[in-house]
């Protein structure tokens, strides 16, 4: 993902980190019904909000789909297939880069059976099936059911929890060396972990950013020395004047929050979300953010009715006390609008990205507070007004500015239905090519070099306007490499993937030594060294976002390739087993039968967790050196995690 202002502070990457524990967002109820010999079972899903449960039918290269396996059927005959009860959900996931059907809430499946004889039958099966949320994916789970003889139908949760195993299973895989759980010893070790950053965080800064550059704009850097010098001389006690002015402030940000609260009222949190990755709206909020982009250029100003701001203007002056100081902080709403309203809707587009109920009302909040803190601060000190800049061409040079940078978060919404369609039409390098100019001009823009109609005449170009420009052309000298394949990790939530670029010359990853977790214990204790284990999956973006932004750092990678054993498991791996392994979880026995299973039951039995990537450091009798690491794309960050643990091995 991709967040508004990430444009104006490159190099700020927003990542979360968290101790991970079992994650059940799907749990199953398995029932039969019906009258007479011919009956449905029903397959029932209960979906936690924010995760998806895929279709049945899922492209090749996406994740797993739900599945349906009957292993054991006497006096039983299956009429037709199992069919869901509604159509899956379609749209583009940024997830797989694919389109994708998924359930959300709860789905049944039904299965149509008829029973030959009811006195003496029997039906056993297991759902596989896998849950994603917008972040990440679990591995593949499955889910057991059977019928008849007297047995009732499994309903208990997916065979995902940690539980006691029977070491004396057929094939004693629990009982070998470096497979005994060290649960408890990672919760000791909680107290070390990389502390969650809250997206509403994000958001809210976000916002508050946004807020600070609209009080640039010619729309609102003016009303700030107005209004506060009408609340000074309205009243002859300054101190009730001063406090009016603070009442003005927070009206204003009563209004900008009641405003985030009602589109989520209006739309809900899902449906902002959904909107955030259909790639039908990604292409009308291309084409917005084109338009606020060309108004900022000074093509025409968007503004609302005037007869809207007009009417707020009399109320204002009609109505006393708290009434009229809101109808105020109202006008000054609608008459900034041309310049607050592409900034307030870029904003809410990133934060319905998050998702979360609250994301539109935080990100509103900042703005609003970001916003109205002059109007206050200036009403205590209005000495301060007089070092305030004078309205002028700058103000113009602002807008402009927000211009280019709106043009540019624009191709990152054509570039989601883009790959969603699969038009191909802005791959890597072409979108790279559209920033290398867009960033470009606007440094010359900066230096003077390219006018706009509306422009005051430069006659020298002031210092800040050279450090900025200093700032984009560089920024886009450093795009530069990337026409030939380099990672510009700094803007890796912007640009497409890096398997849509046709020219790629990069050769830097870093590769597992192993992907089997028994030779990797023997090597490591032959080498004396100490073990990274990657729980990864083929279908794992944040997997490859980490080796991508993180493992290609030169000091990573040097610690990696020579100061670990670094083993590779891919929890969804599909190739079967030579031998199927049986094991006991959550008092049932379970049978493994693909690698991936095996890998996914190992995360599961001996560490507690089960989303990916998933980094853990063990020593060679698989006892943890230091804290678990998740998605976190902080190169310092995981240095420090691979340090800790180095430390811990030597002593």
Same mark, same amino acid.
């Given at each position: ?26 749990? /199953? ?107 990440? #994916? ?94 000074? @001389? ?119 990205? /998050? ?43 602002? @807008? ?34 559209? /920033? ?106 944040? #997997? ?108």
């Amino acid at each position: 993902m991709k967040k508004f202002l990430g444009l104006l502070i490159v190099g700020m990457l927003f990542c979360m980190s968290s101790y991970s524990q079992i994650i059940e967002p799907v749990k /199953w109820k398995v029932s039969m019904q019906g009258e007479g010999n011919e009956k449905e079972i029903v397959f029932h899903a209960y979906i936690e909000d924010g995760w998806h449960l895929y279709a049945t039918d899922i492209p090749s290269g996406g994740p797993i789909p739900t599945s349906f396996s009957f292993d054991e059927i006497s006096n039983v005959s299956l009429k037709g297939n199992v069919t869901p009860s509604k159509h899956p959900h379609e749209e583009y996931s940024a997830l797989f880069d694919m389109k994708l059907g998924w359930y959300n809430s709860t789905i049944d499946f039904k299965q149509t059976i008829f029973i030959e004889n009811p006195d003496s039958f029997k039906i056993t099966g297991y759902i596989t099936y896998q849950a994603c949320n917008d972040v990440t #994916c679990l591995p593949p789970t499955k889910h057991e059911f059977s019928f008849g003889e007297s047995k009732t139908p499994t309903t208990t949760a997916p065979v995902m929890t940690p539980v006691n195993l029977n070491t004396n299973s057929s094939s004693n895989l629990t009982s070998q060396k470096g497979w005994q759980p060290v649960v408890e010893e990672l919760r000791a070790m909680s107290t070390e972990k990389l502390l969650q950053e809250s997206s509403l965080w994000f958001i809210f800064i976000s916002g508050f950013i946004g807020g600070l550059l609209a009080l640039l704009t010619p729309c609102v850097w003016p009303m700030i020395p107005l209004t506060v010098s009408f609340f000074l @001389k309205k009243q002859q006690s300054r101190h009730k004047a001063i406090g009016e002015a603070i009442l003005y402030g927070l009206s204003i940000i009563i209004i900008y929050v009641g405003l985030g609260l009602l589109i989520t009222l209006l739309f809900g949190a899902s449906a902002l979300n959904d909107l955030a990755t259909n790639a039908l709206f990604n292409i009308l909020f291309f084409a917005l953010l084109v338009l606020f982009a060309v108004s900022f250029f000074g093509a025409f100003d968007i503004t609302l009715p005037a007869s809207w701001s007009n009417k707020l203007d009399r109320k204002a002056d009609t109505a006393t006390g708290i009434i009229a100081i809101f109808f105020m902080a109202f006008t000054l709403v609608l008459v900034s609008f041309s310049c607050t309203g592409p900034i307030i809707g870029t904003l809410l587009v990133e934060a319905a990205s /998050w998702g979360g109920t609250l994301a539109p009302a935080v990100g509103m909040g900042g703005f609003a507070i970001a916003l109205a803190i002059p109007f206050a601060l200036f009403a205590m000190f209005p000495s301060l007004m007089k070092q305030l800049p004078k309205s002028g061409g700058w103000l113009n040079t602002v @807008k402009v500015i927000l211009g280019f940078l709106e043009l540019a978060l624009s191709l990152k919404f054509l570039s989601v239905a883009d790959l969603a369609y699969g038009w191909h039409i802005l791959d890597r390098e072409t979108f790279l090519v559209f /920033w290398i100019v867009i960033f470009a001009l606007l440094g010359f823009y900066l230096l003077g070099k390219l006018n706009f109609s509306h422009d005051s005449p430069i006659k020298h170009v002031s210092v800040p306007r050279l450090f900025l420009a200093i700032i984009s052309l560089s920024f886009s000298l450093y795009m530069i490499p990337g026409l030939w394949g380099a990672p510009l990790k700094a803007i890796s939530a912007f640009a497409p993937p890096l398997y849509t670029q046709d020219f790629n010359l990069y050769n830097k990853e870093v590769h597992a030594a192993f992907n089997d977790y028994n030779e990797g214990l023997a090597y490591a204790r032959q080498e004396k060294k100490p073990i990274l284990i990657d729980f990864s999956g083929y279908g794992c973006v944040n #997997c490859r976002k980490m080796e991508a932004s993180v493992w290609t750092d030169p000091v990573v990678k040097q610690i990696l390739e020579n100061k670990y054993v670094l083993i590779t498991l891919m929890v969804d791996d599909k190739e079967k087993l030579k031998k199927p392994i049986t094991v006991t979880e959550n008092g049932k026995s379970v049978k493994l039968t693909t690698v991936g299973e095996k890998w996914s039951f190992l995360q599961r039995h001996k560490f507690g967790a089960n989303a990916q990537p998933y980094y853990v450091i063990i020593n060679s009798d698989g006892e943890p050196l230091a804290a678990p690491y998740g998605y976190n794309e902080s190169v310092p960050k995981f240095i420090d995690f691979l340090q800790k643990g180095l430390k811990a091995f030597n002593k």
